[in-house]
């Protein structure tokens, strides 16, 4: 059956409609894809020991290191996200990924700081772009009733793939090392472009939008397998007239009288929140080391962390319904405030900073997500 039908139509049959194995496909494939990107960037933080002793890394040192993969997938979500809108998700999708697992793949022959840190900050970039990718095409291909679970499951690909990164670096480092961790996670994820090749479906929204080559072959391949009924031919495409204004034109209305003072509250209250997210999840287990304790308890501290993140980000979701967002974010923030000021200051004892450390994953990353 075939029939003819504006990209609205598609979405509102997607958007009421129940859920199929090829949307639950997509939404399966970000959360993987997103698991890797989180095991690729999060390993540093798991062999920043072994790292500093091979490459003679004082800690300030291993501080740029870290802030260079950070610099990087802001600059991926600011810069390479949007190209999305030129060149389709899926395609930012298989690149991003490719991008990660190759600079993930030479970081593991990094012999010297400033190779490392080019390297890292290009796997951020490579990151950055995918993060805001897979969200977004996982929401697109979601019913109304299960879009904010979908986004939840693939947000929580990040903290499940960091907490791999633990376990599978009790196995690899004793024996075969460092630079094994990263040639691992980047061949894993290399290969993860051929499963994106062959699986991975295009924005419906991209293809009525764009029309690339094939565009009606392509819509109805996807349609048929979200059990939706295919199109005669492509809708007359209505063309809106946008008044275009740049980068710069948007930096100045948001700091406009009218929207500054909202502008600024929000940054800052980003800034915080990435900054303090990003600084726990790159130097926990070297602060557990710092504190004493060997390398494996330090990766027990980390997968407890990301534990609490995955555990954070859909007790979120589910809090969210009942409860103000705004309300929701301050009070965890500042429960959140409290527990790392109790972990600096209580005494040494093991099991109390694990369960202040489990606390701290899931009240920092449900506020981070929020």
Known sequence: MTENKSIEDI?????????????????SLCFLFNMLDGFDITAMAVVASPVSVDLALTPDLLGWI???????????????APVADVIGRRALIIISLL???????????AESLTPFMILRFISGMGAGALLA???SLA????????????VAIVTAGYPTGAMMTSVVAGYILPEYGWRTMFLFGGVVTISMVVVAWFMIPESL???????PANALTKINSILVKIKAPKLKELPVLEIKKE?????IGNMKMLLSPEFRRLSLMLWASFFCAFGTLYFLMSWIPKLMENAGYD?????DAFLLFNLGGVIGIYLLGILSVKWKLTNLILNLSIVSAISMISFALIPNQLNLLFILILIIGILQQSAFTG
């Open 11 to 27: 979405n509102h049959f997607i958007d009421h409609g129940s859920i199929t194995s090829q949307q639950i496909l997509v939404v």
């Open 66 to 80: 870290f802030s260079f993969a950070l610099a990087g997938m802001m600059v991926g979500a600011m810069a390479l």
């Open 99 to 109: 991008i990660v697992g190759v600079s993930v793949v030479l970081t593991s022959k």
């Open 133 to 135: 990718s897979q969200a």
């Open 139 to 150: 929401a697109e291909y979601s019913p109304n009733k299960y879009r904010a679970l979908s």
């Open 205 to 211: 929204k991209y293809l009525f939008e764009k029309r």
């Open 243 to 247: 008044k275009k204004v740049s980068i």
């Open 295 to 299: 390398m494996a308890v330090g990766r």
